[in-house]
């Protein structure tokens, strides 16, 4: 199951000026508000961090507001080791670097990618679940706690050329300029951070290469220790299944919401020898088969719940997916 670090959810927990305890137990003035699970090595799953920032979203009326002060509230340091393996970096860049490589070990909800292009450079943030409401506040915080912990690690010499966000605005967009002291753009491409690539050389105020070297070494280890990342073939099937039913999804729309290009999308399957018509078909053969065994469902709307609008051309699919008709495979399933 995905999960997040439990800092993330302690430093919201404190945006909107509450605390979020060891056990689970969200308190507000001395009184428990809400509780959730308790964490697991540090680590909660992340339907309950994302259920913990809806249920703060309903409730706070000012989500700039809260932006800013997760901004304020979240630090290297409370990502323990990573934490000062970020600060310690000899440059921005080898810091951004460190994230990107290590990010998974405090959550597998959301990527960070570098992406140097001449003279400018963008911090792409890739969420890694479906989508949600939660996700435009935890993407907006995200970039608010990054930009904000950047100029932390160079001091002043830092400079922002631009912020955007792939979802509508839903506050005051000046307030959002305002507070990253740039440009921000709502309804965009992609979820990033641009700035000028000579932004990357700047030396981090607390930079030194023996330690910073010492953690990166400890990272590795950590990270060696961790079941396989799950191929992005694997990431994509968990996205197209539920969208069958309104019909084939198609590439470009599945890409913008993983929050990347179609031709990234492209490019990153063919490294695995794969399409995405390959995937796609997956899919479609994956759940129709599941739902096959259960009687109660007919073939026809098997064939809806699959992406198909004629029942005869998803036989014709399924034959030629599984090597059976439908009904064939649901009557040697159903004596199994």
């Known amino acids: 199951m995905p999960s ?41 799953a992340d339907k309950d961090y994302f259920d913990l920032i809806d249920w703060i979203r309903e409730r706070h009326p000012d989500e700039v507001a809260l932006v800013e002060a997760y901004a304020r509230s979240i630090q290297t340091d409370d990502l323990g080791v990573l934490g000062l393996a970020i600060k310690t970096a000899p ?12 990010f998974r070990l405090v959550t597998d909800t959301a990527v960070y990618q570098l992406v140097e292009k001449g003279p400018d450079a963008f911090w792409i943030f890739q969420s890694q679940t479906l989508h949600r409401a939660a996700l435009e506040l935890r993407n907006e915080c995200a970039l608010a706690g990054f930009a904000q912990n950047m100029h932390r690690f160079v001091g002043s010499g830092l400079v922002l050329s631009s ?26 491409d992609q979820d990033a951070i641009q700035l000028k690539t000579e932004m990357l050389d700047l030396s981090n105020r607390l930079s030194d290469q023996a330690v910073s070297d010492f953690l990166t070494g400890h990272l590795e280890t950590k990270m060696s220790s961790l079941k396989d990342s799950p191929s992005f073939s694997s990431t994509l099937l968990h996205h197209l299944t ?5 019909g084939l999804p198609q590439a470009a729309d599945i890409a913008r919401e993983m929050g990347m290009s179609e031709r990234t999308l492209y490019r990153r399957l063919a490294k695995e020898g794969l399409t995405f018509r390959d995937v796609l078909a997956n899919a479609q053969s994956s759940l129709a088969q599941k739902l096959l065994r259960d009687d109660k469902i007919s073939i026809a709307e098997i064939a809806f719940l699959t992406g198909f609008s004629e029942q005869s051309t998803f036989t014709r699919a399924f034959k030629r997916w599984v090597g059976k008709a439908p009904a064939q495979f649901r009557q040697q399933s159903s004596t199994v």
């Open 4 to 44: 997040v670090t439990n800092a993330f959810a302690r430093a919201m927990a404190e945006a909107a000026g509450m605390t979020l305890t060891d056990e689970g137990a969200l308190v507000s003035n001395g009184t428990v508000v809400l509780r959730l699970p308790r964490p697991v090595d540090g680590l909660l």
């Open 242 to 246: 539920p969208t069958l039913s309104t």
């Open 163 to 188: 912020v955007s966000f792939r979802h509508t605005c839903r506050c005051d967009p000046d307030r959002y300029a305002a507070h990253f002291g740039c440009p921000v753009q709502f309804d965009a």
């Open 91 to 102: 440059t921005l860049r080898a810091s951004l670097q460190r994230v990107e490589r290590y």
